[in-house]
């Protein structure tokens, strides 16, 4: 168990529809990291936040945000669902911005858009 | 653009013995730091190694070690006496300190060890 937590754990929804994704950190870190895994994109980093502020973009759509909140949990929106928004999608920490070498995965939530 | 590859999809190695995957990355960037994460069937990622690129010696741990050759740009990692519970997917990633903390994974190697 890495003490981060996602929720919920699976999620299945309809072309068109939003979905808020959320994520607790460990105790202590102050740093969120957002990854998608797909069958035909791999792995690929999102978006990072340090303590409610974002701090590195990487393949976002527009159609997805996401914040950090004062309690440092994170929520990742996805809107207007496509049927290739269908991945895993993980939540990590790090308790530092710099120490990305130290950061631990959630379980992920498997998100199903038929 | 910054490009991790791993040009071998599906790797068998025998219980007990040392395996190699291959990871090589392309930046232009000097600062950077390379990882290995390890995704077994249950699905959660699982830190194995890092790597900076100022780090001159390699890094290990346990009976994971990266083989760090900056001028060819490869970042191998050492399974050595490979163990059943190996068996998984296995992602080498860059992370690009001049973008932030900017990913980069790679496509991912599927290991089996066999008994």
């Known amino acids: 168990d890495s003490g981060v937590t996602q929720t919920p754990k699976h999620l299945i929804t309809a072309t068109g529809q939003r979905v808020t994704l959320r994520c607790s950190p460990r105790?202590?870190?102050?740093?969120v990291y957002w990854y998608q895994q797909s069958l035909d994109q791999g792995l690929q980093f999102l978006i990072q936040?340090?303590?409610?502020?974002?701090?590195a973009k990487g393949n976002i759509l527009e159609r997805f945000s996401a914040q950090q909140f004062p309690d440092l949990h994170s929520e990742l929106n996805l809107s207007s669902l496509e049927l290739g928004d269908s991945a895993l999608y993980f939540c990590a920490s790090s308790a530092w911005l710099d120490r990305a070498n130290e950061q631990f995965f959630g379980p992920g939530t498997r998100l199903t858009v038929l | 653009a910054q490009k991790i590859t791993q040009t071998q999809p599906g790797m068998f190695v025998q219980e007990k013995e040392a395996v190699t995957l291959d990871c090589t990355y392309d930046t232009s960037d000097q600062s950077y730091g390379l990882f290995w994460y390890k995704q077994p069937s249950s699905g959660e990622m699982i830190f194995l190694i890092y790597q900076g690129s100022y780090d001159e010696q390699n890094a290990t741990e346990g009976r994971y070690s990266l083989n760090f050759q900056k001028a060819r740009k490869s970042a191998n990692l050492v399974i050595s006496a490979s163990q059943l519970g190996d068996s998984a997917m296995y992602f080498c990633a860059m992370v690009l300190r001049d973008y932030g903390q900017n990913f980069v994974f790679g496509p991912g190697t599927r290991l089996s060890v066999l008994p």
């Open positions: 936040y340090y303590n409610g502020e974002e701090r």
């Open positions: 105790s202590g870190d102050l740093s």
